[in-house]
């Protein structure tokens, strides 16, 4: 079973990223993120996308040591 799981999880990752960069070459409009008052600069939807998949891939492994010794 173990010799199966990293295929997988590089099959799966490979899937995400081509499903990505098809979706940010159709979707090149500029959006503005809006949060509560403060309004960003225009922005491609492909790099919208890109940086929320990024910041929450990046974020567990980041997180997880220090909340670690605090879950039992």
Known sequence: MKALTYPLITLITALLVIFVAVLAQQNATPIALTFLTATSINLPVGLVLTGAIALGLLTPPIV????RKYVP
């Open 64 to 67: 997880y040591p220090f909340l």
